[in-house]
């Protein structure tokens, strides 16, 4: 199984990002995780990153409703930027819609690999973890 270097888990619900973070403890596939509760933190975090001031996260997990910047301004504003376009990050969206506006939106945005539905499991992390680059 692969392993990553750094997880971003951009997420609001404290209690959403604490079970994220047992599966990826659970599965022992990074050494760092960080957490963004918005999409404004995460992109300050990705511009810090692209900067060389801390680790550039190689999966992205990507709640879509939050409050400040969700995470379709995030994506809308990474791709303003350019801070995505070269598909080392693996922009995985984790969200408890099912609705088919929201899957189809995602498939719009370069950067996002896979929508994923809440809780993350076992199975969307490996996933995410095989679209890693080598």
Known sequence: MKRSSCILIVEDSEADCYLHQITIEDLDCTDHIEIARDGRAALEFLRAARS??????????????????????????????????????????????????????????QAVHMYLQKPLTVDGLERALACIRP
């Open 52 to 109: 060389g001031h801390c680790q550039l996260p190689e999966i992205i997990l990507l709640d879509i409703n939050m409050p400040v910047m969700t995470g379709w301004e995030f994506l809308a504003q990474c791709e303003s930027e350019r801070l995505l376009e070269q598909r080392d990050v693996v922009v995985a969206i984790l969200s408890t819609s099912c609705d088919r506006r929201d899957i189809e939106r995602s498939r719009q945005h």
